[in-house]
């Protein structure tokens, strides 16, 4: 009888979601890049490194993501696309919003208010949670693989 485990467990789960939060960073490093000229601001306005700062913004991607990971897809096995992307979706807003409130720790919620600053912020969260889903399915399909070539190893 072929049926599903209901939670993925051992080396190649931890593996698997350490290996998504070290992809989540790079693709977080590469968002960041891209959208230099708005967050390069952004990382001066809160005082980060302006030497380091795609690194900086990017690392909380790394936790967050390969927690998000471990809770969505490996604890409970599920190996298609949709937990993938709500993977990449909920990584990049979490990793978003931990950066938005700093921002206002620093400047306070008035600044957030200031339509320019929350139109900014809208951007930069849209395109962190489009980049997220799509990075995200090319990390699944991966998973996929890996579970099906160990499966026809197994049988």
């Given at each position: 009888m072929d049926s599903e485990p209901l939670v993925s467990s051992g080396r190649p789960a931890r593996r698997w979601a350490l290996c998504a939060g070290?992809?989540?960073?790079?693709?977080?490093?590469?968002?960041?890049?891209?959208?230099?000229?708005?967050?390069?601001?952004?990382?001066?306005?809160?005082?980060?490194s302006t030497a380091y700062w795609p690194i900086i913004v990017a690392s909380p991607a790394f936790v967050i993501g390969a927690v998000i990971w471990w809770v969505i897809v490996e604890r409970r096995a599920l190996y298609t696309y949709f937990p993938g992307a709500l993977f990449g979706l909920t990584t990049a807003l979490v990793t978003g919003i931990l950066w938005t409130t700093q921002f206002i720790r620093?400047?306070?919620?008035?600044?957030?208010?200031?339509?320019?600053?929350?139109?900014?912020?809208?951007?930069?969260?849209?395109?962190?949670?489009?980049t997220g889903v799509f990075t995200s399915v090319p990390l699944m399909y991966a998973r996929r693989r890996f579970t099906q070539n160990r499966r026809s190893e197994t049988q």
């Open positions: 070290g992809y989540m960073f790079i693709c977080a490093t590469v968002v960041g890049i891209v959208l230099s000229d708005i967050l390069s601001l952004f990382a001066e306005v809160i005082s980060l620093v400047w306070g919620f008035e600044m957030v208010l200031v339509p320019e600053v929350a139109l900014l912020i809208a951007i930069v969260l849209g395109a962190a949670a489009i």
